[in-house]
């Protein structure tokens, strides 16, 4: 963890470079319903077990203000729950919070996983037709992991937790007196045997603009990644994708 919060004071630096603020003030508030699609698994080695998963609906919020100021960032934090469970056969031994779990023993996991990004980051260019957004992601994930094998009376539990250390990029494409739109939005790390990726695509119709609140719909895919080396004793290669709907207000 240690590594991972002197990463972050790294990129934040570089945050801090002169770049513009935005024209006008502005709040951004935004709800997704996701239907992900989860894969892999995890165990306290890095001899990870692949489980079976339901796909299961999940649920993202967000907020961002931006201002006018030069050299203070912008802000915005989101909230993703990436909860799931199922049953599964294994296919080979392995071994979580000090227990072995046989080949051919059907188990079954549950993952209570949720992210939350602070994310600061400036807008390097923005107008009606493009816009791009370049920043820092600070990505704290809480998890809580259960392994039972009812055949043995076996289980496991263990919970992680820390912040990592992401880069942020956004950009933005509008048609102008159509209200249509797409964006692609993203954080991505690599460092010290941690591999974490979150971006989304989506297409966008804003069917309310005026002076007071703009509403825009989203209609997009989401891709969220995690390989996780010895966070609290957990490792875990997990990744979840799927098609999302939301909803954006913009004050």
């Not at 489980?51 to 299961?56: A, E, L, R």
Request: net charge negative.
């Amino acid at each position: 963890m240690k590594k991972c919060m002197s990463a972050l004071a790294v990129i934040g630096a570089f945050a801090v470079t002169p770049v513009y603020g935005d024209t006008i003030a502005g709040v951004y508030v935004g709800a997704q319903g996701w239907q992900a699609n989860p894969d892999g698994g995890f165990a306290d080695s890095s001899a990870t077990a692949d489980f079976n998963f339901d796909n299961d609906a999940q649920g993202a919020a967000y907020i961002a203000v931006e201002h006018p100021v030069p050299f203070i960032p912008n802000i915005k934090v989101g909230h993703t729950t990436l909860d799931t469970q199922g049953n599964t056969q294994l296919q080979s031994n392995f071994t979580f919070d000090g227990n072995l779990y046989t080949a051919q023993s059907n188990v079954f996991t549950s993952v209570d996983l949720t992210t939350t990004d602070f994310i600061l980051y400036y807008e390097l260019f923005d107008n009606d037709i493009v816009s791009f957004d370049l920043g820092v992601n600070g990505k704290y994930v809480d998890g809580s992991l259960l392994v039972n094998d009812p055949a043995s009376n076996t289980q496991g539990n263990a919970d992680f937790s820390g912040v990592v250390p992401m880069a942020y990029s956004k950009v933005q494409f509008g048609l102008p007196f159509s209200g249509l739109g797409a964006y692609a939005e993203g954080s991505y790390l690599s460092f010290d045997d941690h591999t974490l990726s979150d971006y989304q695509l989506a297409l966008t119709y804003s069917f309310i603009e005026s002076l007071a609140l703009d509403m825009t719909l989203q209609l997009g895919y989401r891709a969220v990644e995690m390989d996780i080396e010895d966070l609290d004793d957990v490792y875990a290669d997990m990744s979840y994708d799927g098609a999302f709907v939301g909803l954006e207000l913009h004050f």
